[in-house]
């Protein structure tokens, strides 16, 4: 009969091997594991990717994280135009543009979510760099194409100077919601 010490040794040569080898794939998961500390076998990250349910705005959109009502999630470091009336915020120019360029950018997508320092905001969002996975930098290419400004709220500054940069040009190339309203040039 085996003694307890062998078996012991044969799960520790055993299971890491296994472990190693389920984290070596990067995987689509929706579920509740985003901060489960998911690691590829040379120690980075892991992606998680998600499926993108529905679009609010120009800088918010929720995602099936696997709970019953899902995951919203506010872009870092930006802000589009509101598209409708809410609350104190009234509609303003260029909201309903913005909006519809998410929802094109992000229909039928799926989205891996980078965090900074603050994890959610006092709404109970999700603050996050959002990207494609193409690569493309959701937050960077709503600013680059005007269809959102730079809003920096800290400690969520990681890209600020990037989103400044791109902010700018936009300007100066009057895209997106820099061509028509006279009161942003």
Known sequence: M???????MALCLVLPASASAQAAETE?????????????????????WYDVSRVVDG???????GSVKGMKVRLIGINAPEPR????????????????????LLKDK?????????????YGRTLAY????????????LVRNGYATV???PPNVKHQQTF???AAKARRQNKGLWKGDPSAK
């Open 130 to 141: 959002a990207y494609l996975e193409d690569g493309t930098f959701i937050n960077a290419h």
């Open 164 to 166: 400044t940069e791109l």
């Open 59 to 65: 800088d918010t959109f929720w995602v099936d994280d």
């Open 85 to 104: 009336n809410n609350g104190t915020r009234p509609k303003a120019f260029f909201g309903t543009e913005s909006t519809i360029y998410l929802q094109r």
């Open 2 to 8: 085996l003694s307890l010490r062998t078996i012991l």
């Open 151 to 153: 809003m920096t709220v």
């Open 28 to 48: 689509y998961r929706t579920g509740n594991d985003a901060e489960s500390g998911l690691r590829n076998s040379d120690g980075t990250a892991g992606q998680i």
């Open 110 to 122: 799926k989205v891996r979510l980078e965090y900074d320092i603050s994890r959610h905001d006092r």
